[in-house]
């Protein structure tokens, strides 16, 4: 039906840099928020950021003005470009899509993403 794939995941050192990037493919009509979330080891799952198909931004506090995330909608895909990153960054990013498609019937779903790791070592 849907998949999330996510990339870009990997080891950098703190005051570094890295692009995710989730890409939506499948039985798509639109998309309407994309969400990327993070869980560190023993915490729970938390909101990095958000965006709507007509591109407001929301985010964590703890990533303001160091985060960005976008969407390229004509490729169904949502980026997150980290900078300035600390070892509490590090973290299985996932991301997340409001899908609206048909199934059956018109619906609005979320898909989920199989988690990309991003670790930051100080």
């Known amino acids: 039906q849907v998949q999330l794939v996510e990339s870009g995941g990997g080891l950098v050192q703190a005051g570094g840099s890295l692009r995710l990037s989730c890409a939506a493919s499948?039985?798509?009509?639109?998309?309407?928020?994309m969400t990327w979330y993070r869980q560190a080891p023993g915490k729970q799952r938390e909101l990095v950021a958000a965006i709507t198909s007509g591109g407001s931004t929301s985010y964590a506090d703890s990533v303001k003005g160091r985060f960005t995330i976008s969407r390229d909608n004509g490729k169904n895909t949502v980026y997150l470009q980290m900078n300035s990153l600390k070892p509490e960054d590090t973290a299985v990013y996932y991301c997340?899509?409001?899908?609206?498609?048909?199934?059956?019937?018109?619906?609005?779903?979320?898909?989920w993403g199989q988690g990309t790791q991003v670790t930051v070592s100080s």
């Open positions: 499948g039985n798509i009509a639109s998309i309407n928020i």
């Open positions: 997340k899509a409001d899908i609206f498609m048909y199934d059956s019937t018109w619906r609005l779903r979320d898909f």
